[in-house]
């Protein structure tokens, strides 16, 4: 029995597979599997995928139809005769001591579930680590460990990855035998990591970064109608099975209640879905597909968010005009605008306080002008009495 088995689903990832396998066969833990789920690629993948097989025995392939991530990691975990399992998406790689650590976490501290950090690699090769966790090092039971993660204001969503985590024998076993046979290839990171939540006893995270992730690259490369229909057939799938899962586990009260908070974001991602790969000619269609599978609450809910954010957006251009409006007034002169535009892109936040000042300096001047001395004053007094009235108000 191998210490870790490794399960790695791939489609068309025959541009992906050079920096994948080799962080799996070089691994500083040599004694390890590597299943590879070919799911009916189109491309060389199964070439590649043979290539490297017939130099390590290690790597074993399981050649299928298509049949989306979801049931591949399946499949994988049903083949897997590992201690521990450990996932990894093809255009993805691990650090080359991942396995070894991971596994003497896991089995020093006697978990169910160990997770760790990982880096993120933008489109334009940025890289930044994702958070650190304020449960690190702490062995929690999983149920609690989830109510904690998912009551975080933001950053919640780290820990929803399925393949920053090393599961035990028991718990992926378990895990693998409640997966249904249904197409997925988008939010089977979430489904999978619920289930190992609720199948395991206990969690423990590290702060170690132990995976590389990058970002925009499966799912959401192509941008077509059809990955948009399997996206939101995803999320019809992912809210009905769980559904009925707590009407046959009947889970604990915490465990409905992240699940149900889950279940809305996913929901209203499908708008932020419709909004990215839905093409321009077919939004009309995608949107009363919408309709029909996600609730209204979530679509309400981000049509009143985006409604908030473009009143917003107004206030800020009225704001903005009027600034322009009144440098517009002003004497021109070429040399004092290109000091003032240097100024701007400089130093923002001096250069609100300087035209602060230099708008009531100029309403002050008009008033003397108009009004003379005294009524200035009064009116400056009186705007002052104002302002304190409605500070007090506050």
């Not at 396998?21 to 189109?42: A, F, H, W």
């Not at 995928?49 to 399946?74: F, H, P």
């Not at 005769?81 to 450990?86: F, L, N, R, T």
């Not at 230099?358 to 104002?386: A, D, P």
Request: glycine share 2%.
């Amino acid at each position: 029995m191998p210490k870790i088995s490794i399960i790695m689903p791939c489609y068309n990832a025959g541009e992906y597979l050079h920096r994948s396998m080799p962080s799996c066969l070089n691994q500083t833990l040599t004694d390890i599997e590597i299943i590879c789920v070919n799911d009916g690629s189109t491309d060389n993948t199964a070439e590649i995928l043979q290539e490297y097989a017939s130099k390590d025995n290690r790597i074993k392939i399981i050649t299928q139809k298509n049949q989306g991530t979801l049931v591949s990691r399946k499949r994988g975990m049903e083949y897997a005769s590992g201690e521990y399992c450990m996932f990894l998406d093809q255009d993805d790689f691990y650090e080359l001591y991942a396995c070894q650590e991971l596994y003497q976490w896991i089995e020093q501290q006697k978990v169910d579930m160990v997770d760790c950090r990982f880096k993120i690699i933008e489109q334009n090769n940025t890289v930044y680590n994702c958070p650190l966790s304020s449960l690190s090092y702490q062995k929690l039971n999983s149920l609690d460990a989830l109510e904690k993660i998912m009551g975080y204001a933001s950053n919640y969503l780290f820990a929803t990855y399925i393949w920053k985590k090393i599961l035990s024998f028991t718990l992926y076993k378990k895990v693998a035998s409640h997966i249904p046979e249904k197409y997925m290839t988008s939010h089977e990171d979430i489904f999978m990591v619920f289930l190992c939540f609720y199948f395991a006893k206990t969690y423990y995270t590290v702060d170690n970064i132990y995976y590389n992730h990058y970002k925009d690259i499966g799912f959401f490369k192509e941008y077509s109608f059809s990955q948009f229909q399997k996206a939101i057939s995803a999320i019809h799938i992912f809210h009905s099975y769980f559904i009925e899962f707590i009407e046959k586990q009947k889970p604990p009260l915490s465990f409905e209640k992240s699940l149900t908070k889950i279940i809305h974001i996913i929901e209203e991602n499908g708008l932020n879905i419709w909004n990215k790969i839905c093409p321009p000619e077919r939004k009309e269609e995608g949107f009363l597909l919408i309709c029909n599978t996600l609730s209204k609450e979530a679509i309400v809910n981000r049509w009143l968010e985006n409604h908030r954010f473009i009143q917003n957006q107004k206030i800020l251009i009225q704001k903005q005009q009027k600034l322009l409006q009144f440098y517009t007034n002003l004497p021109t002169n070429p040399n004092l605008t290109k000091a003032l535009r240097s100024f701007h892109s400089h130093f923002p936040f001096l250069f609100r306080v300087y035209s602060f000042v230099v708008r009531r300096t100029y309403q002050v001047f008009q008033s003397l002008k108009q009004n003379g001395f005294w009524k200035t004053c009064k009116k400056i007094i009186q705007c002052i009495r104002n302002k304190i009235k409605s500070i007090k108000n506050i």
